[in-house]
């Protein structure tokens, strides 16, 4: 079991940048592979970034392939998401995703946090 809690959403201008943590409960935080999925009202959650648990694999979408980074640091338990040169269109509900594998976690991961928002404006 691990329980996710997201931080670091918000307003921010087009072409700006916002730093999202997902810090998670447990002590087995470097056995999952972690990611992070966003939904925009109307549309499908879409998987964003994941990256495995030693950290040494990461896969994006292309859309945000060059702009987000995504990052973990076991000893804090918390995975990052550096999101660079945003765009209107990058406006959703951003949530962390935890699973015990990597390709699993990008289709349909066992863990979820809440979500933070992220809204950027045009």
Known sequence: QVQLVESGGGLVQAGGSLRLSCAASGR???????????QAPGNEREFVAAISRSGSNSDYAD????RFTISRDNAKNTVYLQM???????????????????????????????????????
Do not use: H
């Open 63 to 66: 859309s945000v392939k060059g």
């Open 84 to 122: 660079n040169s945003l765009k209107p269109e990058d406006t959703a509900v951003y949530l962390c995703a935890a699973d015990s594998d990597l390709y699993t976690l990008m289709e349909d991961p066992d863990y979820w946090g809440q979500g933070t928002q992220v809204t950027v404006s045009s």
């Open 28 to 38: 087995t935080f470097s056995t999952y592979a972690l990611g992070w999925f966003r």
